[in-house]
């Protein structure tokens, strides 16, 4: 069971938009800032986001992602079938003293 | 641009210690990163071990129980992670990461390619 809950899976057809959202409590997204990470098939995991919607150089603008109080989302825009993925949320979590990670979500470009 | 590379035995027993090391390039682990351990456990998602810091500073993960050690050796410019009284449960890919810590922020922009552990007798 993850701190942070994250929907298993999502899908979406080529060029389509998704959304895949992170959800937590006041002792970690809303108090602190959310990164996301793209991890391809047998592939070590990406940073795609940090400091909610900071994108790291190389990371293409259909990357997005927003905080909302204690929720986060990552927004990925003109799908392609390379971004078939598992996709993490993850954050520092105060009341724990450790950084948590969501369970992650499987993105299929049908 | 930093460079890791996770090495350490593939299999440890039940009971045992497993140890693993992560070789630096590329940066000093006396810059300003936090050195960090996080692994996967075969078809599961990430879990944050633990990270240390140049001045020798440690968080764990709590759901370890105490379990891992964090370690840096400057002469050598690599960090180490220790994890005690393994069970089956602590099979998994084992990443060593630069992490980004403080003021709120946490992220890791550097990953190694990760090393699978498999703990049986």
């Known amino acids: 069971q993850s701190v942070l809950t994250q929907p298993p899976s999502v899908s979406a057809a080529p060029g389509q938009k998704v959304t895949i959202s992170c959800s937590g409590s006041?002792?970690?997204?809303?108090?602190?800032?959310v990164s996301w990470y793209q991890q391809l098939p047998v592939t070590t995991p990406k940073l795609l986001i940090y400091?909610?919607?900071q994108r790291p150089s190389g990371i293409p603008d259909r990357f997005s992602g927003s905080k909302s109080g204690t929720s986060a989302t990552l927004d990925i825009t003109g799908l392609q079938t390379g971004d078939e993925a598992d996709y993490y949320c993850?954050?520092?979590?105060?009341?724990?003293?450790?950084?948590?990670f969501g369970g992650g979500t499987k993105l299929t470009v049908l | 641009q930093v460079q890791l590379q996770e090495s350490g035995p593939g299999l440890v027993k039940p009971s045992e210690t497993l140890s693993l090391t992560c070789a630096v390039s590329?940066?000093?682990?006396?810059?300003?990163?936090?050195w960090t351990w996080v692994r996967q456990a075969p078809g599961k998602g990430l879990e944050w071990i633990g990270q240390?810091?140049?001045?020798?500073?440690?968080n764990y993960n709590p759901s370890l129980n105490s379990r891992a050690t964090i370690s840096l050796d400057k002469s050598k410019n690599h960090f180490s992670l220790q994890l005690s009284s393994v069970t089956a449960a602590d099979t998994a890919i084992y990443y060593c990461?630069?992490?980004?810590?403080?003021?709120?922020?946490?992220?890791?922009?550097?990953w190694g390619q990760g090393t699978l552990v498999t703990v049986s007798s």
């Open positions: 990461t630069t992490e980004k810590y403080g003021d709120g922020q946490s992220y890791f922009d550097y």
């Open positions: 590329g940066d000093s682990i006396s810059g300003v990163y936090w």
């Open positions: 240390v810091y140049r001045d020798g500073s440690t």
């Open positions: 006041n002792s970690n997204i809303g108090n602190n800032y």
């Open positions: 400091e909610n919607n």
């Open positions: 993850g954050t520092w979590d105060s009341s724990l003293s450790a950084v948590v």
